[in-house]
Nanobody
Framework: QVQVVESGGGLVQTGGSLRLSCAASGSISSIFIMGWYRQAPGKQREFVGSITTTGVINYVGSVKGRFTISRDNAKNTMYLQMNSLKPEDTGVYYC?????????WGQGTQVTVSS
């Protein structure tokens, strides 16, 4: 079984920064893609970004230039550096891990950006 745990969320003022972490553990033979979704209050879950084992990165347009995804393959850990945060970035951020045979989700971490 694979466990996925996010951390690093919190409350920050507009223009501030946070770094989220996502750590995968358990019976992992390989991880193809790790990525992030977020869900604002009353809204559907939205894709934020992802990174493949080979380093191919995708972002939703609204975070380009502000967010940076990185990955430490040796630690099975992914990071989301969020800079210049805006109130519209507020939401629960969920990490997912795609092993190629299954997709696992974390429990989410709350990010709140005050105006």
């Amino acid at each position: 079984q694979v466990q996925v745990v996010e951390s690093g969320g919190g409350l920050v003022q507009t223009g501030g920064s946070l770094r989220l972490s996502c750590a995968a553990s358990g019976s992992i033979s390989s991880i193809f893609i790790m990525g992030w979704y977020r869900q604002a209050p009353g809204k559907q879950r939205e894709f934020v970004g992802s990174i493949t084992t080979t380093g191919v990165i995708n972002y939703v347009g609204s975070v380009k230039g502000r967010f940076t995804i990185s990955r430490d393959n040796a630690k099975n850990t992914m990071y989301l550096q969020m800079n210049s945060l805006k109130p519209e970035d507020t939401g629960v951020y969920y990490c997912y891990v795609n092993t190629g045979t299954n997709i696992y989700w974390g429990q989410g971490t709350q990010v709140t950006v005050s105006s």
